[in-house]
């Protein structure tokens, strides 16, 4: 695990999101820091940019299912808002609309509350790992966490609003503060995911309300879907008549269709959306390099799907030649992960 003291030592190259167009990632690698770097909060988190503000969970820290605020892995694209007042807050619903809508947080406060648990995860999620490597965040295995979501369907918003015939796509925009002339984090979701009923404005995080690291005062949440599905610092919601155009929606977060080899080119036009999570696990326990006494060693971990469910986990003790059943836990919420232990 990366401390604080030995980040500047060990400092990792940051980026755009996966896919991001190579133009515009000198902007995000992080400027050199300080050995004596300190994020309130976060202790013992793995700092993979502190430009920015990108946090790592230790896969040792996966041993709750929910994840503890303070251990929750944080991804930025930006910086963050500088300034936040929830009484100036405002919340702009514009676009394919028959009434146009502002809401402040006291406003939104009195919409009736509903509640997703969310395995949230950053697409670049492992980015380390791979070979040839590639640019970006670099990821080790913990950028994924759990949390319980909560606030107002954003079903129940558009619906307030009257949602026009001609509506494809819902654009989120945030409050980030973006450096110089680089493209603003502006995602959109097509119209059936934003009308789901787990799709949220969400406004608290396990019981308490959100964090300015996780999107203070509202954020959206698509569950099941890649993080940067899910913006933070909300500020604007926009209809649209089609996909919303910009750098983080085309070329960033798109994936081939078709196979490629590493590194070769791929026309925008052969490559679709990142939406739903992929299935995933992760060995939390022992960790790489444990020393243990001889003997039966348990071995535990998580397993998520996105918008799937987690059925079995089988693991391998002699390299893939044979497999067994893994007892899944009793916790199990449909877009959360399930811990196993084998």
């Known amino acids: 695990m990366n401390s604080r003291r030995d980040f500047v030592k060990q400092l990792s190259a940051a980026a755009l999101a996966a896919g991001a167009a190579p133009t515009v990632l000198s902007w995000a690698m992080p400027a050199q820091q300080s050995a004596t770097l300190d994020i309130a909060g976060e202790d013992g988190m793995i700092v993979r940019s502190f430009r920015f503000i990108d946090l790592e969970t230790p896969v040792e820290y996966f041993n709750t299912w929910l994840t503890p605020v303070p251990h929750f892995f944080v991804r930025n694209h930006m910086h963050e808002p500088s300034e936040l007042d929830a009484q100036d807050w405002r919340l702009t619903v514009g676009g394919e609309i028959e009434k146009p809508l502002t809401l402040t947080l006291a406003e939104l406060s009195k919409l009736e509350p509903h509640s997703v648990v969310n395995t949230l995860e950053c697409a670049g999620n492992g980015r380390s790992l791979h070979r040839p490597q590639v640019p970006g ?38 409050l980030d503060e973006v450096p110089g002339k680089v493209p603003p984090f502006i995602r959109s979701v097509p119209i059936e995911k934003a009308l789901d009923s787990d799709t949220l404005i969400a406004t608290r995080m396990n019981g308490a309300p959100l964090t300015k690291h996780h999107g203070f005062p509202a954020r959206a949440i698509v ?19 089609a996909e919303f155009v910009g750098n983080f929606m085309n070329p960033g977060y798109r994936f081939p269709n078709n196979p490629v080899k590493p590194g070769e080119a791929v026309k925008p036009e052969d490559t679709h959306e990142v939406t739903g999570l992929n299935v995933k696990s992760v060995i939390s326990g022992p960790l790489d390099g444990a020393s243990l006494r001889a003997g ?19 693991i391998s003790t002699d390299s893939g030649v044979t497999w067994s059943a893994a007892s899944l836990g009793h916790d199990q919420a449909h877009y959360a992960w399930r811990f196993w232990n084998y």
């Open 137 to 174: 965040v670099q990821w080790g295995k913990g950028a994924v966490s759990t949390a319980r979501f909560s606030g107002p369907r954003l079903r129940d918003v558009l619906e307030r609003v009257g949602v026009k015939p001609t509506a494809k796509h819902v654009m989120f925009r945030g």
């Open 296 to 314: 039966k060693v348990s071995v535990h971990g998580a397993a998520w799907a996105g918008e799937a469910d987690i059925v079995k986990v089988e």
């Open 223 to 241: 569950p099941g879907w890649v993080g940067a599905a899910s913006c933070k610092w909300l500020t604007e919601i926009k209809v649209l008549d």
